[in-house]
């Protein structure tokens, strides 16, 4: 009977997984539209579904929500290294860093 239980739960991740993949693909549809039309509200609100649903997906993939945000950091750290103070992305990251650092967990 277990085995039954655990071949349905990993039935249901895997349809809710490619759920949340097809719902990233739309969202980054949107995204691509609202910069089109320069619309501020909607290109808002489709990055702040690409970020919900990237964090989403990680957990059901085992990826825990912290994680992600460690390995943002490692990137970014990395990033600004490698990349020269003058670099347009330079200042960017350092923001984004300096968000990730303070953030309350």
């Known amino acids: 009977m277990r085995k039954k239980n655990s071949e349905v739960l990993f039935a249901s991740n895997l349809k809710m997984t490619e759920s949340l993949?097809?719902?990233?693909?739309?969202?980054v549809g949107t995204l691509f539209k609202a910069l089109i039309r320069a619309d501020y509200t909607n290109t808002s609100d489709a990055l702040a579904s690409i970020i919900m649903i990237?964090?989403?997906?990680g957990r059901k993939l085992g990826v825990e929500f912290h994680t992600i945000d460690l390995l943002a950091k490692k990137k970014l750290q990395t990033g600004m290294?490698?990349?020269?103070?003058?670099?347009?992305?330079?200042?960017?990251?350092?923001?984004?860093?300096l968000y990730l650092g303070n953030r309350k967990r």
Request: hydrophobic letters at 40%.
């Open 21 to 27: 993949k097809a719902e990233l693909v739309e969202a």
């Open 81 to 97: 290294i490698e990349s020269h103070e003058k670099d347009q992305w330079y200042e960017d990251m350092n923001q984004l860093l």
């Open 54 to 57: 990237t964090y989403i997906l």
